[in-house]
């Protein structure tokens, strides 16, 4: 099983569109959980950490679930723009950035 | 943010030649130096860990004589591919944290051809 999970899409979604995308991680003791966007042959940029509260920026909410295990990634109103692949990142060492990625789910938003 | 400069950005080399790729942090020290492999439409996959002044840490399955990593100092951190065949054949990134941060900042990667 991988550390972290997530479906590979793509999402195919008209402007405007809501969507939503999920990832499990296996490593309970995980500390630190991100979202990190990638364009296509571009490095990963980080988009949002995600905190146990869930927390807002802007269009973009994440929410994180320790007792299942699952962190996921809301897009409101989407744009163009927001076309690219969002990776699920879990950092597996506590105070050392050891980050482990998922395989990313591709967005693609649509006129 | 920070800035992580990566080169060259695209290398194209024949079998059985070394490739050398810098990565350097340019506005902050970065003690611990992380770098990744991404085959296509799979996920970044740790290679190894690199420390300013000690030896690098290896993933599991990864070759440290084939994947030479030197952190001589606090902004630069070289990865040197020895021997390059066709299968390492990849995109290569690197990754820098500041001391006492979270984010991690990637330098730009490197797609490297072997032929």
């Known amino acids: 099983r991988k550390e972290v999970e997530q479906d590979p899409g793509p999402f195919n979604v008209p402007e405007g569109a809501t969507v939503a995308f999920n990832c499990t991680y296996s490593?309970?003791?995980?500390?630190?959980f991100f979202w990190y966007r990638q364009d296509c042959r571009k490095e990963p940029k980080l988009l949002m950490s995600?905190?146990?509260s869930g927390n807002e920026d802007g269009r973009f909410t994440a929410q994180l679930n320790r007792a299942s295990q699952y962190i996921s990634l809301l897009i409101r109103d989407s744009k163009l723009s927001d076309s690219a692949t969002y990776l699920c990142?879990?950092?597996?060492?506590?105070?050392?950035?050891?980050?482990?990625f998922g395989t990313g789910t591709r967005l693609l938003v649509s006129p | 943010g920070a800035v992580v400069s990566q080169h060259p950005s695209r290398v194209i080399c024949k079998s059985g030649t070394s490739v050398k790729i810098e990565c350097r942090s340019l506005?902050?020290?970065?003690?611990?130096m992380f770098w990744y492999r991404q085959f296509p439409k799979q996920s970044l996959m740790l290679m190894a860990t690199?420390?300013?002044?000690?030896?690098?840490?290896?993933e599991q399955g990864v070759e440290k004589d084939k994947f030479l990593i030197n952190h001589a100092s606090l902004t630069l951190s070289t990865l040197t591919v020895t021997s390059a065949h066709p299968e390492d054949s990849s995109f290569y990134i690197c990754?820098?944290?500041?001391?006492?941060?979270?984010?991690?900042?990637f330098g730009q990667g490197t797609r490297l051809t072997v032929v």
């Open positions: 990754s820098a944290t500041e001391e006492g941060g979270t984010e991690a900042f």
């Open positions: 490593n309970s003791a995980s500390q630190s």
């Open positions: 995600v905190y146990s």
């Open positions: 990142v879990v950092n597996s060492r506590t105070g050392f950035q050891k980050l482990v």
């Open positions: 506005d902050f020290q970065a003690t611990t």
């Open positions: 690199s420390n300013e002044g000690s030896k690098a840490t290896y």
